[in-house]
């Protein structure tokens, strides 16, 4: 067994999981070590639950194996049942038992424990979660966020190898969804929990995980830092799925330079199959787009949309690209005006202009 198996909590190794002949999970791997949060970040339908599902063992394999602390407990020819994984998960509705109240909900799974340590153990969980003095409450007097926190709780209460989230924030709004992610993380990392997300949400998976992958049509394009899948996207999916920008068309030139209508770029980060002459696309990120009210160059401002500390607005170039560009909002252009832009490209994302994900 290799070393990097025995440092990890979590080894999925080319899984594939197929309903009758649908294949919906192909050949996907990655690993997680202690105290590790991975996420699974995709679009509805993507197959990132089933993946979840498959490490939850309520999905069996057709191909590959998943390994627990050292112990396989899925392959395509056996699959522990979950109960027998030393697994915590929590889910998108909470599943509260709303006739039990806060302490004895998080109590709900480490029953085997003698009275004192059960009570220790769940007055220290409450204290974990900003909750001391809710224990005896009951579910339907808390907000969501609070029963999040609780359910959270009563999954980390066993001490389990390994904790799966499917979607836990998403019936809240954007702003609670990003302080939980924060917060939960902050709890995990204290208890030295290991952890995977699922969601669809950037934003949290950026505010919580260590590492991420976008998952498309079964496949696991990119399992990276949320800086990597940003400043370097591996495929054009993954680069069109995280972050906002356009693609734009260019040629290569000689010496890593791209001729595009805008203006000729230095490229800093080729693809392998690009030559010289073959047609380029180029990511271009609304940061990449820099307001300068001196600058000679100038772009047409088609939309705005106000997010508080920044205006995002669309603009039109001259031969009629569009682009993105977030501005801080002090500055205060409206539609219809003339915006000066400086063209800063300091993370330059080039693909083939063929390049697909099959």
């Not at 950037?202 to 995980?209: I, K, L």
């Not at 203006?263 to 300068?292: N, T």
Request: hydrophobic content about 40%.
């Amino acid at each position: 067994m290799s070393s990097k198996k025995i440092m990890s909590i979590l080894t999925v190794d080319q899984i594939s999981v197929a309903y009758d002949e649908n294949q919906v999970v192909n050949q996907v791997s990655f690993s997680l070590k202690k105290g590790e949060i991975g996420c699974l970040l995709g679009p509805s339908g993507c197959g990132k639950t089933t993946i979840l599902r498959a490490i939850a063992g309520f999905e069996s394999l057709k191909q590959g194996s998943i390994t627990l602390c050292d112990a396989i407990v899925s392959d395509a020819k056996f699959t522990m049942p979950p109960e027998k994984r030393n697994i915590g998960m929590v889910f998108q509705d909470f599943a509260l038992f709303p006739h039990l109240n806060i302490a004895d909900n998080i109590a709900f799974g480490i029953r085997h424990l003698s009275k004192k340590d059960k009570k220790e153990r769940v007055n220290q969980l409450l204290k974990l979660i900003n909750l001391g003095d809710y224990g005896t409450r009951y579910p339907h007097e808390l907000s969501g966020g609070q029963q999040q926190r609780i359910a959270l709780a009563r999954g980390l209460a066993p001490k389990p190898d390994l904790i799966l989230m499917d979607e836990p924030f998403s019936s809240m709004d954007t702003e609670l969804r990003e302080e939980l992610a924060r917060e939960v993380r902050i709890i995990l990392k204290h208890e030295n929990i290991t952890a995977i997300l699922v969601t669809h949400d950037q934003n949290e998976a950026f505010a919580m995980a260590d590492n991420i992958g976008v998952v498309n049509n079964g496949k696991l394009l990119q399992w990276d830092e949320g800086y990597e899948l940003y400043h370097e996207p591996k495929s054009l999916i993954v680069a069109d799925f995280i972050g906002q920008g356009v693609f734009i068309d260019g040629v290569m030139l000689e010496d890593h330079q791209i001729k595009t209508t805008l203006a000729i770029f230095e490229g800093h980060h080729i693809p392998k199959e690009v030559s010289v002459g073959s047609k380029v696309k180029v990511l271009v990120r609304p940061d990449d787009i820099i307001h300068d009210d001196c600058s000679p160059r100038k772009a047409k401002i088609l939309s705005r949309v106000f997010r508080g500390a920044n205006n995002l607005y669309t603009l039109e170039m001259e031969d009629g690209t569009q682009l993105l560009s977030l501005v801080h909002s002090h500055h205060n252009h409206e539609v219809g005006e003339e915006l000066g832009i400086v063209m800063e490209f300091e993370h330059m994302v080039v693909f083939a202009d063929n390049q697909s994900d099959k």
